[in-house]
């Protein structure tokens, strides 16, 4: 009985340490695109679709249900824009580290969602309302990170020329 309960405690060790073994490893999300690529795919041709509700109505189903995906787009951007080591275009990282970034960057989701709602409720009044905040969620971005020069991103002052020396005579 005693090899029995030996034999079984070595097996059942054996099958557990395989199945550690066949594991995989843990998945870390890790950025692909630079800032500026991610701006140009992602929201930027979304947030066209959405403000596009304010002059054509969607026509049938298909139709809203693209608005409805950029919105979700948009919402999922502040996640890409805040994956730690992102870089923007100049090869810097993107300053996930600054509070004033992550609020800007959350503000998406909110002003998302409230399009996403009209646009599921198929209200194009409703999408005509909420691109007043998407918008606002991306200028107060972009009057601090895209439009003025980013200190890391300022060139460094060229050091002073070295006196030339005289010839000696």
């Known amino acids: 009985m005693r090899t029995f309960l030996v034999t079984l405690s070595g097996v059942a060790a054996l099958i557990a340490g395989l199945a550690l073994a066949q594991a995989p490893a843990a998945f870390r999300p890790r950025p692909i695109g630079n800032l500026k690529q991610v701006m140009r795919s992602v ?3 979304n947030s066209n ?3 596009d509700v304010q002059t054509k109505k969607p026509a049938d189903d298909a139709a809203w249900k693209a608005v409805e995906n950029s919105a979700m787009a948009i919402a999922e951007t502040a996640n890409l824009i805040t994956l730690p080591g992102r870089l923007r275009e100049d090869g810097k990282p993107v300053p996930v580290g600054n509070a004033d970034w992550i609020k800007f960057s959350n503000a998406l ?3 998302a969602q409230a399009c996403l709602k009209a646009a599921q409720a198929k209200n194009a009044d409703a ?3 909420c691109t007043n905040d998407l918008s606002d969620s991306c200028s107060n971005c972009h009057d601090v990170y895209r439009d003025k020069p980013q200190p890391a991103a300022v060139a460094a002052p060229k050091p002073a020329a070295a006196p030339k020396q005289g010839k000696k005579q």
């Open 109 to 111: 989701i909110p002003a």
């Open 49 to 51: 679709v959405i403000f």
């Open 127 to 129: 999408v005509g309302d």
């Open 43 to 45: 929201p930027f041709p």
